[in-house]
């Protein structure tokens, strides 16, 4: 008994595996006979999908100013060590990114520092395709960076919500309880 068993079982892994098989065949002959589209790359580009992640850009607060308050946050989170940043506190008593580079060269546009930023400063764009004659050419600097929008959140202020004394005294941001005279509650 157990001979015709083992018969059926092999039979039936041998159907198994000639059906995908055929499957598969039957798969690519159906796209070898279709017409082949063709799109003409550089005059037509196609609409990316609104998650695409792609070149990196620096935005601007609602008030012009710079949104990176160079916390070093994305360049931790960078896997391959493309960021660097050095900080430094404005006159207005803002902190501030000194000089921020990125090099695109090591780059694998992961995302991970767009989220990794608390300020929102940091956004992919879907740009993707971009080339140069040397690879030096693609270490961008703050300059290259910074763009005169807010881009996906263009109306996000840091600031604003952040409770630090810059800009506004402490007290008047938004969600922010009155500051508390240590004097008044000791025994």
Known sequence: MEDKNDKSGLLREVVDGATGIIGSYAATLTHLFRKPVTEQYPEYKRPMPARTRGRIILTRSPDGKERCVACYLCSGACPVN??????????????????????????????????????????????????????????????????????????????????????????????????????????
């Open 82 to 187: 493309c960021i660097s940043m050095q900080s430094e506190e404005g006159p207005d008593g803002r902190r501030r990114a000194a000089w921020f580079r990125i090099n695109f060269a090591r780059c694998i546009y992961c995302g991970l520092c767009e989220e990794a930023c608390p300020t929102l400063a940091i956004q992919l764009t879907p740009e993707f395709a971009f080339s140069k004659d040397s690879i030096e050419a693609f270490v961008y600097e703050k300059e290259d960076l910074l763009v005169n929008h807010g881009g996906k959140d263009p109306d996000y202020d840091f600031y604003a919500h952040a409770g630090v004394a810059a800009g506004r005294p402490k007290g008047e941001h938004i969600g922010e309880d009155e500051p508390v005279d240590v004097k008044s509650i000791l025994p």
